[in-house]
Structure formats: C-alpha cells, structure tokens
C-alpha cells in the first residue's frame, strides 16, 4: 500500500541481537541527527517524533547540551565526593524496594496487570508486562498482581456511555482498589507482609491508562492499614507531561501523597539518570548498618543535566504548553473518534495520550493489524513516528517532547485521519 512516495524506505544492514528491541524492526530508523521535536534519518529526510517522552523538553536542546558539556569538562566524580551538582542517582525501583522492605520489614510487593517498572533482574520480577510475555524471568512468590484499574477494557469495565461519568468511574475505582485489599488480607492470612504496592502513575506500556479519580487514594489506605508503602513510579509521567501538576499522581489534586516516588528517564534529557525520592525515616532505615552506595551515585554531569533540565521546564513555561496541547490534542482526537469506527476510546492528558484501535467498538476486540499498519505507514508516508503498544500492541501511544506544538498536532492527527480512511475502505 502506498499513500505518497515522498519517505522511501531503504534496505539497511543493522547487525543487532534478536533480542535487542527496537522501533521498525523489520527497517530499523537510522538517527542521522536530532533536533527539539524532530529526528532526520541517515539520508536527512526529516521526520516528526510522537515517541520520545525520554528526550523530555527536545532532541539536544541547547541548555541541556550546554550543561552536560561544561560538567563534563570540570569533574565526573561520584557521590564519595561533595559536589554543587549532587543528587542521590540509582537503579530506581531496585532502590525503592529495597526502602520499602527495610522500613517495614515485610518482603512481598503488589504490582498491578501490564506494569512495567525496569530491566534488572528485581524489577522484572514486578513487571508482569514482562514476566507474562515470555520473558526468562519469571513471576516470583513474593509478588501478588492486582488488576489493571482500566475502565475500557479491564476487569470492572464501564459501558461507552458511561466512561466520562463520574460517579460510574468512581464506582469502578473502588471496585479496582477493593481488588488490592483483597490480596492484602489474603497475604496477611498467610502470614507474609507486603512491603509495599508498586504503580506507575499512569501506565504507559499497559496501554496509556489513566486511573479512575480517588483510586490511588483508596488503596494508600488499605495498604498502610496492612504496614505497606505506597510507591509510585513516575519515570515516564513526571516532570510536566501531564500538563499544570508536576507529577502525574496529582493529576486529581486529591492529597493523596505517595511513600516513595521513583523518577528517571525524562529527567536527564536521555541522559542515564534516576533517583528517589522519600521521607527520611524511610530512607534512614536502608540497609541496616550498612551504608547506601552507588559508583554512578551523584554523578555531577548526570546531576547537570537534571538541573538544566529542570531549568527549561520553569524558564519556557513546559507544564502550561503541555496542558494547552493536551487540552487541543484532545479536542482533535476526540472529533477523530467520531470519524473512524476503529477507534474504540481515545485516553489521556497533557501530551500523554493513546489512541486504542479495535476491530469492533461493541465487542472492543484489540486491532493490532491495524495498529501496525498505521505506525508504519505514517512513518513512510508521513514522516511521523509513532508507536504501538499495550498487553495486545493495538495502541498508538502519543508521548512526544514537550516542544511538541500545535502545528505538530495539526500535521499528526491530519496523517492518522488519512492513513485510517485509507485502510478502512
């Protein structure tokens, strides 16, 4: 199928494991350059990134550059030595655990359906977006999975009528986080303790889900009542995607306040960075006599670039212009809906957002066909990136660099309309 010649694709020779994972797999995207919201592949055609949450305030922003390069041409030392850039950096979610169980001398964890929360060994074992997919790591005694609070299509699913109304999502809350007290009454019978609940903010490889109002509140309460942290995994909502809020867990301004929240990715621009954050006594509990250290820990330049980061964020005003685009970008794709019969719900906020893509809307059977079709036909086309993802890979995930602006979204979602008119005839 051919829409417009204008980005031929290319036969490359790109020498990687087969288990190494890669966008376009069957033609790997080869990045010339970069630049803000933009990637230029290796003959310099231009293409438009819907992808890259990690690069969080654009491709090689100037500020961040400037920061990385000037703290690396002073001192890379690590956390042994004081330095004006420090911050405690680690494996985040390891670390995370690690508090939760020191704290409250428990060891079993809760994770909810399609959680992703990192690739070393222990945060596999939490992951069941991996563990249930075939991966070599498998699901461990001590971790209990708890549904997935998706109103779609999830356990207590609302009907399409009643997705935007408020008492019904609620009820639908509460019936999700009466899910998790049932697997804490079930642990503490069998004489184990949960040392803490694990959940991403928003749950971005499970399908861009966006909890129902007052979920994670709920459940804070039945964890603490049974001695458990909350922890909640912000490295790839924080730091203003979600638009107005900082941080994707007050996205409901609720007051509810997690235990531990763990950041990473965006932070550093692509830089390697991540780090913790929690209330002292937990963090002093850590370890026992033994003392928390980290080679990379403190990295001044990782610590620059976070610094700089933070800087662009204030200084260009990213958590309004996220929820001005998140405001326009639903509008857009809302009417995209009305449109396209394939488009089973539309979710999201700021510029986090997924567009789920069925066979059906009254059976909501996932379209993964279509799906990757659609990905690979806006890149040849179109020259726009974007990815499909969820446990059944039918959704397209819109999470670009804050930079992202309405023109962006102009040309985007005029692509997606052509490419599903096209493929629906």
């Not at 929690?278 to 080679?295: H, M, P, Q, S």
Request: with cysteine; glycine share 8%; net charge negative.
């Amino acid at each position: 199928m051919t829409i417009g010649g204008q980005f031929p694709m290319h036969q490359k020779q790109v020498f990687c494991s087969s288990k190494c994972q890669i966008f376009y797999s069957d033609d790997p995207f080869m990045v010339s350059r970069a630049s803000m919201q933009y990637l230029f592949d290796e003959h310099g055609n231009q293409f438009l990134d819907c992808i890259s949450n990690v690069q969080h305030v654009g491709h090689c922003h100037p500020k961040v550059v400037e920061a990385i390069s000037k703290q690396l041409a002073t001192s890379t030392c690590n956390v042994r030595f004081v330095s004006t850039q420090l911050t405690e950096l680690s494996e985040a979610n390891d670390l995370a655990l690690r508090l939760g169980r020191d704290y409250t001398k428990h060891k079993d964890a809760i994770v909810i359906e399609h959680a992703y929360h990192g690739h070393v060994t222990t945060t596999m074992e939490l992951s069941p977006y991996k563990f249930d997919h075939g991966s070599s790591v498998s699901q461990p005694d001590w971790v209990h999975v708890a549904p997935c609070p998706d109103v779609f299509r999830g356990k207590h699913r609302l009907e399409d009528n009643e997705l935007t109304d408020e008492e019904k999502l609620y009820a639908a809350g509460k019936q999700y986080s009466d899910d998790v007290k049932s697997i804490l009454d079930d642990v503490e019978s069998k004489k184990r303790g949960v040392a803490a609940y694990f959940a991403e903010a928003l749950q971005s490889c499970g399908g861009q889900v966006i909890p129902p109002k007052d979920y994670f509140k709920d459940v804070a309460t039945h964890v603490r009542n049974h001695g458990g942290l909350m922890i909640i995994d912000e490295v790839q909502t924080g730091f203003g995607r979600i638009g107005r809020k900082y941080w994707a867990h007050q996205l409901y301004d609720d007051g509810f306040v997690p235990d531990i929240v763990t950041m990473g990715k965006p932070m550093g621009n692509g830089f390697p960075v991540s780090a913790v954050a929690t209330r002292k006594e937990i963090a002093d509990a850590l370890g026992g006599e033994v003392g928390y250290f980290n080679t990379y820990g403190g990295n001044p330049v990782a610590c620059a670039a976070v610094i700089s980061v933070m800087k662009v964020v204030k200084e260009e005003n990213l958590l309004e212009h996220s929820q001005a685009m998140g405001e326009k970008l639903e509008v857009a794709l809302r009417d995209l809906q009305k449109k396209h019969e394939c488009i089973g719900d539309i979710r999201g906020v700021g510029l986090f957002w997924g567009i789920d893509l069925v066979k059906d809307r009254k059976t909501r059977e996932p379209d993964q066909k279509l799906a990757i079709a659609t990905i690979l036909a806006l890149r040849k086309s179109f020259g726009i990136l974007l990815n499909a993802d969820g446990p059944y890979t039918n959704i397209l995930k819109i999470k670009p660099p804050l930079c992202f602006n309405s023109d962006n979204i102009l040309e985007t979602v005029t692509a997606v309309d052509q490419v599903l008119t096209l493929m629906n005839r």
